[in-house]
T-cell receptor
């Protein structure tokens, strides 16, 4: 199965700064997704990133706050802009990696744990 | 609209005992259902999935789950817990028919007591 690498694995950031998280997949994938995992809450989908098109954002998430790039079929970035302490969370990159089953089976990276002071 | 409810954010079992993690779903269309496991400092990985074939689904590491439409449930079980099963388990749902948005539950942390 595919392997997804994320970096940074963790970071401590100052309020008002921005941080870009990188996600690398070891094989070509069509659909990539960014999730947020907050303590005591379920994983929340931020956006879907398909190569060659603009990312599709879920309700409550906007491009100005979470710009996403998808330059090719193995790579994506998520930027958390103008951070506040409320953005402290684990951000997970995932990709749809099971072709042919008809189901959206996801493979995840290990996550990027951000702490905003 | 779709959602899952995982009953019990923390579950403790003794090593060798039955593991039962509960998941109930809500979906306006026939669902696909998933269980994922997350070990510390790792990403989520798929344990098993239900995609409208057999209602009893077997996954990795001896886990299985049964889809019960009448109860809108998809509980995860394992006959005998092992210390290595200690992890967080997530139930998830998506509409059937294609690569659709997956909605996750809040997760259940499983503790295995020696």
């Amino acid at each position: 199965s595919a392997v997804i690498s994320q970096k940074p694995s963790r970071d401590i950031c100052q309020r008002g700064t921005s941080l870009t998280i990188q996600c690398q997949v070891d094989s070509q994938v069509t659909m990539m997704f960014w999730y947020r995992q907050q303590p005591g809450q379920s994983l929340t989908l931020i956006a879907t990133a398909n190569q060659g098109s603009e990312a599709t954002y879920e309700s409550g998430f906007v491009i100005d706050k979470f710009p996403i790039s998808r330059p090719n079929l193995t790579f994506s970035t998520l930027t958390v802009s103008n951070m506040s302490p409320e953005d402290s969370s684990i951000y997970l990159c995932s990709a749809q990696t099971e072709i042919g089953s008809g189901a959206n089976v996801l493979t995840f990276g290990a996550g990027s744990r951000l702490t905003v002071l | 609209a779709q959602s899952v409810t995982q009953l019990g954010s923390h579950v403790s079992v003794s090593e060798g005992a039955l593991v039962l993690l509960r998941c109930n779903y809500s979906s306006s269309v026939p669902p696909y259902l998933f269980w994922y496991v997350q070990y510390p400092n790792q990403g989520l990985q798929l344990l098993l999935k239900y995609t409208s074939a057999a209602t009893l689904v077997k996954g990795i590491n001896g886990f299985e789950a049964e889809f019960k439409k009448s109860e809108t449930s998809f509980h995860l079980t394992k006959p005998s817990a092992h210390m290595s099963d200690a992890a967080e388990y997530f139930c998830a749902v998506s509409p059937s028919g294609g690569y659709q948005k997956v909605t996750f539950g809040i997760g259940t942390k499983l503790q295995v007591i020696p």
